[in-house]
């Protein structure tokens, strides 16, 4: 980073709210950038409905939210859009105008620094807006709210948003080894009980890959967003599951993902990405809930409840989860059992 | 965490400058603290040392800088100590003071949360300073500043600092088609030249574990620190180095770790442990600094230079690094050649 840009960085910064200096400087680093272009099946899935909505960008005013190091930005502007703006808070913006200019468009694309909420954009109306706002367990740091805020203030009637659909789905699964080994540590630490660790580690969920023979319930849709008309107020939700146990086993977790879809020409099977087990690797990985029981369950079994979502009224980009749960065995073998819980998880 | 807990900590954070929170916030997450303690090189060495000295720890009085989770704190409450004050900035303190009470420490350790500067302790002076202050590469993100402050201010005339001798060494490496892959990636990113990104790649050192199988010349301890002696001012360095190569390989990285040394009672070998590639693992892992030329090397040919390091003029807890070298082939195949370069990192 030249020195120019840490100067206007630490000039921006001034204006920023503590938690947004964390988000903001974590972006400083290449190494974000590096794994976000690495990701292919997140970048050729914005690059194949771009090309696939090639009519659409034709002439058109792009807005790139949270433009990172002009990825998407290029994309719309190298198959026909008339210009692109590109705004991010981060500094890295001064590396996306270094690659816009050795890529040759300079004139096509306009890169701003910034919040969008404070940035003057040079057109009063954008036909399509593009952005990987996405975080982990798709609302953890996400940048919606920006997306919502351009949304409302700069698309024109009619205009696309490039994803506009998202959704997230859940599943059991069975992680017996891997959960107690990681709560047995506590027992014994070097002789001493840290025993007070396990609620800490049981109300963090965990950001990994899991494989998809690990689950053992159905899987199920527990959200809809549509990008067109969602508002903040939905980004905090309650919403009813219903699982039904695949096999003999322990339920012990619960394993969550997104999916998105792009907007397609009519008639044409629209673009679209999991980042789920049952998908190709993507950096967002799954998001794992261990449950505080191990729900031993028969086939057909039922484990239903409700995961409430909001953010933390503290920090607004750290996650409420709740998730409660009705188990209820003995479907099948006629032992008829019932475990109600509810467990809190904090994304922070 | 407790919701007093996350209310003292939005308190405390208002008192804390930009860089201080960043650090501080991350040890609110307990993975830290599981990696820290799970690094049983590490969390062994300084119980081994507390142990073998143990008649040293009798009765006396024990400051643990940045106490964490208290697990040296009670290592030396459990040997002997007639009282330890724990101190730490991080929220992790309040899960310390759970963990102490539990295990029957409560009159024996005191936990006080905050800078230690800000601090008033309990004691004049102590007996023994007991601290893990060390970052990647030894200095980065380091508690040593805050360790000599103790030292000048707490520690009695002949007291002990555990460890109190640490230093770091060099060596180079052949790292070719990681360090290719690494930089050739941004010349062609979906289509488009991202080289703009490799300087700044080049510029980052990686904390990674090496295989000692890749070190081609031989190792040198580049500086030393006596902890009983070492000032603010010796943070700040430029040594000279020189290392010769150990076969016909490539040179283009050279790795660095750091050593800690415990004091021992008189006529007993001192608990000590490496962080390097030819040791097992620690948390610390390596750090490997990429140089801009692949310098062909000849069993014999020289590498001499001079590593400079001090703290970020901009962000204090930011470390520069300055690697001159001067190349010397031939030696052995009369074929002379000298490379000469200076490259800078930024360890941020």
Not at 42 to 54: E, H
Not at 262 to 290: L, N
Request: glycine fraction near 6%.
């Amino acid at each position: 980073m030249s020195k120019t840009t840490k100067e206007q960085s630490a000039t921006e910064k001034d204006k920023l709210s503590q938690s947004e200096q964390h988000y903001f400087t974590s972006y400083d680093h290449f190494g974000i950038h590096e794994e976000m272009l690495q990701d292919t099946v997140r970048t050729l899935s914005y690059r194949n409905a771009i090309v696939q909505n090639k009519d659409m960008f034709k002439d058109k005013i792009v807005l790139d939210v949270g433009c990172g190091t002009g990825i998407l930005s290029m994309f719309a502007a190298k198959n026909g859009a008339k210009h692109v703006i590109g705004v991010d808070m981060s500094s890295i913006i001064e590396m996306a105008q270094k690659i816009v200019d050795i890529n040759g468009f300079s004139d096509k694309i306009t890169l701003l620094r910034g919040k969008l909420e404070d940035i003057v954009l040079p057109y009063q109306k954008v036909d399509i807006i593009v952005s990987e706002w996405m975080g982990y367990f798709l609302l953890y740091e996400s940048m919606l709210d920006t997306v919502l805020y351009a949304r409302d203030r700069y698309l024109a009637p009619g205009g696309l948003i490039f994803p506009d659909k998202c959704s997230i789905h859940l599943a059991g699964l069975e992680d017996s080894e891997y959960k107690h080994q990681k709560l047995d540590y506590w027992q014994d630490v070097y002789g001493f009980d840290y025993t007070p660790f396990i609620p800490l580690v049981m109300k963090e969920p965990i950001v990994d890959t899991v494989e998809s023979s690990l689950i053992n319930t159905t899987r199920t849709k527990i959200i809809d967003f549509d990008l067109n008309t969602v508002t903040l107020e939905d980004l905090k939700f309650n919403v009813p599951f219903k699982l039904q146990a695949k096999r003999q086993d322990t339920i012990n977790g619960l394993i969550a993902w997104f999916d998105n879809v792009f907007p397609a020409p009519k008639g044409q099977k629209p673009i679209e990405f999991s980042t789920g087990p049952y998908a190709a690797y993507t950096h967002w990985k799954q998001t794992v809930f261990y449950l505080e029981d191990d729900l031993e369950c028969e086939k057909g079994d039922i484990l239903e409840g409700t995961l409430f979502c909001a953010p933390n009224g503290k920090n607004n980009r750290d996650l409420d989860v709740k998730i409660k749960y009705d188990f209820k065995a003995g479907g099948v073998d006629g032992k008829e059992r019932s475990v109600k819980n509810e467990n809190t998880y904090l994304m922070h």
